[in-house]
């Protein structure tokens, strides 16, 4: 069964920084991304990455966030450093199957596979 596994999600006190991992069990995707979701608030992409190792952020995510796989273990990674009260959210992993020319996308559509998330909280 193909399935994508997040792990890594927590409580941490702004600036603080906490590191996302997302398992593909079965499969090896394309292109990968990580996602969020506030309450009330649409689902929005923070960085991705294809296969190619080109890479894609989020302007709310640039400078912060770092976007890894690991091949071997065909596992994503997300390090989140200086998080803040506003990144606090359901993260998720998503994955696409198929090549696009181009950089990843964030946008939700692209991808057909989901996690089921890990939710992140930032205190002030």
């Known amino acids: 069964q193909v399935q994508l596994v997040e792990s890594g999600g927590g409580s941490v006190q702004a600036g603080g920084s906490l590191r996302l991992s997302c398992t593909a069990i079965?499969?090896?995707?394309?292109?990968m991304g990580w996602f969020r979701q506030a309450p009330g608030n649409e689902r929005e992409g923070v960085a991705s990455l294809a296969v190619d190792g080109s890479t894609t952020y989020a302007d709310s995510a640039k400078g912060r966030f770092t976007v890894s796989k690991d091949y071997v273990k065909n596992t994503l990674y997300l390090q989140m450093d200086s998080l803040k009260p506003e990144d606090t959210a359901m993260y998720y992993c998503?994955?696409?199957?198929?090549?696009?020319?181009?950089?990843?996308?964030?946008?939700?559509?692209?991808?057909?596979?989901w996690g089921q998330g890990t939710q992140v909280t930032v205190s002030s």
């Open positions: 998503a994955g696409r199957s198929s090549v696009v020319r181009g950089p990843p996308a964030l946008d939700v559509w692209h991808y057909e596979n």
């Open positions: 079965q499969f090896t995707y394309a292109t």
